[in-house]
């Protein structure tokens, strides 16, 4: 009889172990998919950056929409990086319209869905500043439309090529030798990059954070390209397969490659260094990502237009959006595990990186750039007290004001404390 009790005892105990086991295996379940699509303007399309009236010639290599899909196997987010000068949240909106017309294989919410630039200067005008001159916007309607439906597309086909995944991710530092704040004030030379393989230890998808604008090529060459990212995307192709995104950075004040020379393949080499820095972090100094849980928390932001001139822009028809004293936005909160990632709606000091990352618990910590919106240089209030900072006079002219990095900070910290 004793020896029968012992052995309904073992039976018990060996039963909850494979309950906890199976519990345990369910909560650390992560999935991901990855999609892309290449989005080339057509040829005499404007070129957004530097002067207006400048039109596509030819292609050096191509600009990418790249759409990644996290799954926990109860939430999901979608993360888009798009090769371009910046998109505006009225298209970020058109995405998510296209979005809930889509029937989706796992819970997913257009609401959960980020959009970030990687800035080139040698990519379409979706903006309407780099027209003819100011009587028309430089946008090209049939091409932006095609583009929100393409990204709409991509993240779909993400979420319908979902793999089960584990994470690691490092952290470097890179560019002492050629990225530098020409206002001559701080600069955030981190390297972030998370990296998903599945169960045999292929490479599926990475998301790298770095800043510094993609301008080797501005205002000198006519063909497309997406700058030194392109050289990024193919270092890291070469190594690891897969696909890769490149989120851009705190790039505002004014973060610039100190070696132009309007040459292709200097650029290109420069990505490639970027990709070689990536690669041996992720080698040499990997860090497991011991979590998995996905977390999105987003808030909309009114943000005032202190400057006259953006007002103008948008009755002008210029931009195709509304902006009166304010002008709506957003900013998102979200991490995947311990990774913790935040959106800036511009081009942000590196001051604001910071300041944001000093908001994030312990992990990896991205500040991604140009997301969700692109309103311009979001700079410290001293640029618009003295402009005796180099470049202060340009860079406030291209800013909505003084009160937007503060605001923008409010709203960050508010997200970080909510539960």
């Known amino acids: 009889m004793r020896t029968l009790f012992i052995v309904l005892l073992l039976g018990l105990f060996l039963q909850s172990c494979s309950k906890e086991t199976t519990s345990d295996s369910s909560q650390n379940l992560l999935k991901v998919g990855v ?19 400048r ?7 191509s600009l990418f929409v790249k759409a990644f899909i996290a799954f926990d196997g109860s939430s999901s987010l979608a993360l888009v990086t798009v090769d371009c000068i910046g998109l505006m949240y009225s298209d970020l909106l058109k995405v998510r319209s296209e979005l809930t017309r889509m029937d989706f294989p796992i819970p997913f919410t257009p609401e ?14 979706v903006v309407g500043l ?36 584990e994470g690691k991710y490092a952290m470097t530092t890179h560019g002492d030798d050629w990225v530098e704040n020409i206002s001559e004030e701080e600069i955030d030379r981190s390297i972030t990059t998370l990296q998903f393989v599945d169960l045999d230890g292929n490479s599926i998808v990475s998301l790298t954070n770095f800043a510094c604008h993609p301008t080797y090529l501005d205002g000198i060459v ?70 998995n849980q996905i977390i999105f928390k987003k808030a909309y932001v009114s ?64 500040v991604l750039g140009l997301a969700q919106d692109a309103l311009g240089y979001i ?6 007290e003295n402009p005796e900072i180099p470049h202060a006079p340009y860079l406030t002219s291209m800013s909505l004001g003084s009160k937007t990095g503060p605001k923008l900070m409010d709203e960050l910290s508010a997200l970080s404390k909510e539960e």
């Not at 039109?55 to 290599?61: C, I, N, P, S």
């Open 222 to 291: 006519s063909e497309v390209s997406a700058d030194y990212v392109g050289g990024f995307y193919k270092g890291m192709e070469d190594v690891f397969g897969g696909e890769h995104l490149f989120l851009q950075g705190a790039i505002g004040g004014w973060i610039q490659p100190n070696d132009k020379d309007g040459k292709h393949h200097t650029a290109i080499k420069r990505g490639g260094e970027l990709a070689k820095a990536t690669i041996s972090a992720l080698i040499n100094k990997p860090q497991t990502l011991r979590q």
């Open 55 to 61: 039109k596509f010639t030819g292609v050096l290599d």
């Open 112 to 125: 959960s869905l980020v959009i970030s630039s990687t800035h080139t200067h040698s990519g379409p005008d």
């Open 303 to 366: 943000f005032e237009a202190e400057n006259q001139a953006w007002q103008q822009l948008a009755e002008m028809g210029i931009f195709n959006r509304s902006i009166g004293e304010t002008v709506e936005s957003e900013v998102a909160w979200f991490s995947i595990g311990e990774a913790t990632f935040a959106t800036h709606p511009g081009e942000t000091a590196p001051h604001y990186s910071f300041q944001t990352k000093e908001l994030m618990p312990q992990g990896p910590k991205f």
């Open 130 to 165: 780099w027209g003819k001159d100011y009587s028309e916007s430089g946008v090209d309607p049939d091409y932006l439309e095609k583009l929100i439906n393409t990204i709409a597309s991509e993240i779909l086909k993400a979420s319908q090529n979902l793999i089960e995944v």
């Open 35 to 53: 999609s892309k699509a290449v989005i080339n303007p057509p040829l005499g399309s404007f070129i957004a950056g530097d002067k207006q009236n």
């Open 379 to 384: 700079l410290k209030p001293e640029y618009f």
